[in-house]
């Protein structure tokens, strides 16, 4: 089923509809529906699906925060990315970080898979989870807005937020 998303004017799976790639703990690639994942897959214990570059002339690179939540590194992409793990870090009710541990992909409004893996993902003590991207300063262009909601809907569809 699709349907039309309000912000961008496109088209948007269904939510039921969305598969996950993500990286076992020994480093293979597995894909399995998003439900499933959401589900049954330790997303916190799997690797990054993507790295992040490192680019010349900018003044913050990637890095790492040990976690005392999940006693060990959790990477990030940004500034804002670090300040994110931090709160999460400090909040009582998040049990793991992980940093790009999941991208969810789903057929666009033309036929063409589209794909985005979410900057962090966050398990609670009650079991659910967040699937959390962080935007910087200024202006948030229109395709990750739209992305953004969907990965809203992906999130919702397995009682996450």
Known sequence: MWQRSSSAHLAVADPGSYGARFLDPYGGEQRTPWSEAARVVRLEDCGPVRPFPVRSGRRFAPGWWWSATTGRLVHYGSGVMRTQVMLLDRDPSVTAVACRP?????????GTVVSHAP???ARFSEGGGLLLDCAGRGEIFPRLAHRAGVMAAAARAVGWQ
């Open 102 to 110: 999941v991208e969810l992909f789903w057929r666009g409004s033309e």
């Open 119 to 121: 900057h962090l993902m």
